[in-house]
């Protein structure tokens, strides 16, 4: 099943596809292609697209404009039976029927494979995700893990071309999606399926994809790996939806300076400020954010106290502002780093290095 | 589910007075609801022709009386014909219909919703006559198969009610699922909804049978000569001629009693909720 | 494990006529399966139906609907009919109201013990109810026998063949059709909100008056449309009990089609009825939607 797999996997092909649900347009001229074996995130918050592209991909809906290609063969039109497409659903959405062993043959059956090779297939599948000796068990008999990974191999035992999951661990908690996030990402990886995963939940897509497509109103706002998005999100959307950040506007008042909201100026290196006229934004991660001793500099600095203090475990959250009321900034210090907890009205001197900031259009 | 956990707690509530005038009051109301069912079980057993309290006599002669009268049996065979043949036109149509109303989209539908309710709502009798003066210038009075049909117009809103509700709470995710996985719509409905709705379509047959098998009013206009069972007890009734009816009537109940029992254990949605 | 599978891929084909086709080609799928229904009630119902209600005008003439809306003889029946279904629509709240509330209180064993109690008369036969009836209210009925017996009375209580008798049965009938819609509210009521109210200090009184029974309202307005609506058209009940002198629209207008051969004017009464029945069912539909839905 491996070698074929990656055989099968096929390129997934989105051209200019639209559509409209009356005034309301869903997904506008949304390009994208989803490489062999690759697994690729829509992110977006709700009503930003995602689901409609991933239903439109899997052919319970039908573009306005556009078309949906797998390995250059047009599916548009294509009724979900004949393309040859799994899907993993949110709420798994298995049949409560039908033994485990049955839901995974179903598939196998609709193409009336012979009963021998179903078995087997069957037997394959539930081996690879780890539940070898439930096949006779009824899904109301599975915890939610377990029906998670018994959807999924349903969903891949008839070796599809592409592999599409909806938000699939919603229902989990919190210790058991992340478990189970890595596993489907081995899964995936194992078979070199090629996969459309959709979610609203940013540290799940950080973990899972190879590329992320940020949506935002039936857009894609922007494209790239996980560390291009988070390090360089093109636009001030990007930058909220993904991680903590600080968030700036900043306006160039010439001579490599801007000056921000609160009246303080920085000097920015050309390459932040670019060559555009208008406001830009500028985000600078709480990490990169630092407690100056006597000795040190940064490119950015000043003096303030800590105004609010936010106990993550190890890692704690502070908020500090500059004495001269300017401006505030958010800043994560690890706690074997500081060596205590420290409270609001201490006093700091924080900065950072223009290198860390990260600039985009405001608008 | 925190309803459920709520009304639980309540549930271990302390019974104060005025609990126990409410349930005097409720046990009273269900004698009166059972009265007439429990009354008629003497009636059939007695001796005598007349309606007599107490009876004088213990006796199964009525009971005799309607198993040896070819008119009884055959007026009672009718019924079950013609209530087989609505229950199956019924319950075909109106899972159909049920289907297109709650999956469909399309114009005209809640047009459609309204119009599938109303025989449930314009009176019988202006139904019965309507169709009366229509078949008989067909000359279809007296046909059984005339009733059937009268009786399946009648009968769809009943199954249209029970599957549509049984549709509406039904995960059409997995009818999804299945079509991603390589099915057709009809294939997924076959292999994976129907299965699981089977119990509300056993109460929708169920509904159907018992609406048609006890209706009169058509029946009386469309039958001529020829009787269904209703027909004939409300014949029997308003004649006076003996008591037999009553023996009709313990029958009748008996059977409703095992059907009730049958549906609770195989069908589900046959307590009409809140319209 | 390394053979290699021999399941054919199709090859998906594009539908002809494109996307728009495809679209509406599910919406035409959708009709198609509802067609034979449909069908069906629009030859074996509506149109007899209509063609019923065609009958009531002779030639643009409106007579028979002067006769039956002006002749004081038929008024009477039509404004009977509607004061006996307001009657009895009463009584089954009064009667179902208290009924219902016990059964969403009681723990669930005693509860389907209650509706069990319910269903049973509701599924069984009109006719063997009305039967029962008789055989309970004649004048050597069981009430009448054992009122006698107990020296209660001397003289057999005239509890059939009057308004009384079609009262009681109606009553009977229509009692679980007030019911249920009130069960199915009540269950719903989350107890919270009257363990909230007794804490802001309400009594027990209060409680009911400003927050349970409003919140049933909606069960009840659901109720009383539905027991209305259906007693406006009874016939088997008023003909069996009336004894002929209880006069409803039902009762009359087979008496017109089946005595008198008199279709036109069967036809205006139908219409009539219809009418007042359609009115009240929307009317009341109307008053429960602007009644707010708590729940």
Redesign the interface.
């Known amino acids: 099943?491996r070698?074929?797999a990656s055989l099968?996997a096929g390129t997934l092909e989105v051209v200019g596809v639209t559509r409209r649900f009356g005034t309301v347009t869903a997904v506008a001229g949304v390009d994208l292609t989803v490489r062999r074996g690759e697994m690729l995130t829509l992110l977006g918050p709700s009503g930003s697209g995602k689901t409609t592209l991933l239903k439109i991909v899997?052919?319970?809906e039908?573009?306005?404009e556009g078309a949906v290609r797998i390995d250059g063969?047009?599916?548009?039109?294509?009724?979900?039976?004949?393309?040859?497409?799994?899907?993993v659903?949110?709420?798994y959405?298995?049949?409560?029927?039908m033994t485990v062993a049955e839901n995974v043959a179903?598939?196998?059956a609709?193409?009336r494979?012979p009963r021998e090779?179903r078995e087997r297939?069957v037997r394959?599948a539930l081996k690879l995700v780890d539940l070898p000796t439930h096949g006779d068990r009824l899904p109301r008999q599975l915890s939610g893990g377990q029906q998670q990974r018994v959807a999924l191999a349903?969903?891949i035992v008839?070796?599809p071309?592409l592999l599409?999951l909806d938000e699939p661990f919603g229902a989990l908690d919190r210790q058991l999606r992340e478990q189970m996030q890595l596993e489907v990402r081995r899964l995936q990886q194992r078979l070199e399926l090629t996969a459309l995963f959709v979610t609203h939940d940013q540290e799940e897509a950080l973990v899972m994809s190879d590329r992320i497509a940020v949506m935002e109103q039936g857009r894609i706002a922007q494209l790239g790996s996980p560390e291009e998005i988070y390090r360089s999100p093109a636009s001030r959307f990007v930058a909220g939806f993904i991680g903590e950040s600080n968030l700036y506007r900043a306006r160039p008042i010439g001579d490599g300076v801007v000056e921000l909201e609160g009246g303080l100026r920085i000097p920015l290196p050309p390459r932040l400020i670019g060559s555009g006229h208008g406001d830009l934004g500028l985000m600078l991660r709480p990490e990169r954010v630092r407690s100056l001793g006597p000795g040190d500099t940064a490119d950015i600095a000043f003096d303030g106290a800590i105004e609010e203090v936010v106990y993550l475990g190890e890692t704690i959250k502070y908020r500090i502002k500059s004495d001269d009321g300017q401006i505030s900034v958010l800043a994560r210090w690890p706690l074997h780093e500081v060596g205590r907890i420290l409270s609001p009205g201490h006093r700091v001197r924080v900065g950072w290095r223009s290198a860390d900031m990260h600039s985009f259009p405001w608008s | 589910m925190e309803l459920k956990a709520a009304r639980e707690r309540i549930g271990r509530r302390r019974w104060r007075p005025w609990h126990f005038v409410l349930f005097a009051f409720t046990a009273l109301v269900l004698l009166f609801l059972m009265a007439p069912l429990v009354v008629v079980f003497p009636i059939s057993l007695s001796s005598s022709s007349y309606l007599q309290f107490p009876p004088p006599g213990w006796s199964l002669r009525w009971y005799q009386q309607f198993f040896n009268d070819s008119t009884w049996i055959d007026a009672t065979v009718r019924s079950i014909k013609v209530a087989a043949a609505t229950t199956v036109l019924a319950t075909v149509m109106g899972t159909a219909l049920s289907f297109s109303l709650v999956r469909g989209r399309y114009p005209g539908k809640e047009f459609f919703n309204q119009v599938s309710m109303m025989p449930l709502i314009i009176p019988t009798i202006i139904y019965s006559i309507a169709v009366y003066g229509w078949f008989g210038q067909l000359k279809l009075i007296g046909l059984w198969q005339g009733i059937v049909l009268g009786h399946t117009v009648l009968a769809i809103p009943y199954v249209v009610i029970i599957m549509a509700a049984a549709l509406r709470t039904f995960d059409i995710a997995q009818e999804h699922a299945a079509m991603s996985l390589g099915a057709s719509r009809a294939r997924a409905i076959w292999y994976v909804t129907l299965p699981q709705i089977r119990p509300s379509l056993i109460s929708a047959a169920f509904l159907a049978f018992i609406s048609s098998f006890d209706e009169l009013v058509v029946a009386m206009f469309l039958g001529g000569s020829n009787m269904t069972l209703p027909k004939k007890m409300f014949d029997n009734i308003i004649n006076e001629i003996d008591p037999t009816i009553a023996a009709v009537s313990v029958m009748q109940v008996v059977l409703v009693t095992v059907v009730l029992i049958v549906v609770s254990k195989l069908g589900s949605g046959a307590v009409p909720a809140e319209r | 494990m390394s053979t290699p599978t021999t399941i054919p891929i199709e090859r998906p084909t594009s539908l002809p006529g494109g996307r728009l086709w495809r679209r509406h080609r599910d919406a035409l799928s959708s009709l198609a399966v509802a067609g034979p229904a449909l069908l069906f009630l629009l030859v074996f119902y509506l149109i007899p139906v209509v063609m019923l209600l065609a009958q009531s005008v002779e030639g643009e003439a409106l007579v028979h609907y002067r006769k039956a809306l002006t002749d004081g003889l038929y008024v009477r029946v039509l404004l009977d009919t509607l004061l006996i279904a307001a009657w009895v629509s009463l009584l089954c709240l009064v009667l179902a109201y208290p009924v219902a509330y016990t059964l969403s209180i009681l723990p669930p064993t005693w509860s389907a013990v209650g509706i069990a109690f319910i269903l049973l008369p509701f599924w069984t036969s009109v006719l063997v109810r009305t039967y029962g009836w008789m055989v309970l209210l004649g004048r050597n009925g069981l009430i009448n026998r054992m009122l006698t017996d107990l020296g209660w009375i001397d003289a057999p209580l005239p509890l059939l063949n009057n308004m009384i008798g079609v009262l009681i049965g109606m009553t009977h009938v229509l009692l679980p059709y007030m019911v249920f819609p009130l069960y199915a509210v009540m269950r719903r009521i989350d107890p919270n909100l009257l363990a909230a109210a007794r804490g802001l200090g309400a009594s027990g009184w209060h409680v009911f008056l400003r927050v349970y029974l409003p919140l049933t309202l909606p069960g009840v307005l659901a109720g009383t449309t539905l027991v209305f609506v259906l007693a406006i058209g009874f016939f088997i009940t008023p003909a069996l009990l009336g004894g002929g002198k209880v006069h409803m629209m039902a009762v009359l207008i087979e008496q017109q089609v089946r005595m008198f051969l008199n279709w036109g004017f069967a036809a205006a009464l139908s219409a009539v009825l219809l009418g007042a029945t359609l009115l009240t069912y929307v009317g009341l539909r109307r008053l429960l939607r602007g009644n707010m839905q708590w729940s």
Not at chain 1, 73 to 87: L, N, Y
């Open positions: 099943m070698a074929m099968d899997a052919g319970f039908t573009p306005d063969r047009d599916i548009t039109m294509a009724p979900p039976a004949k393309r040859d497409i799994g899907m659903f949110q709420n959405a298995l049949f409560p029927h179903f598939p196998l609709m193409r494979v090779e297939r394959e349903r969903a008839f070796d071309q599409l």
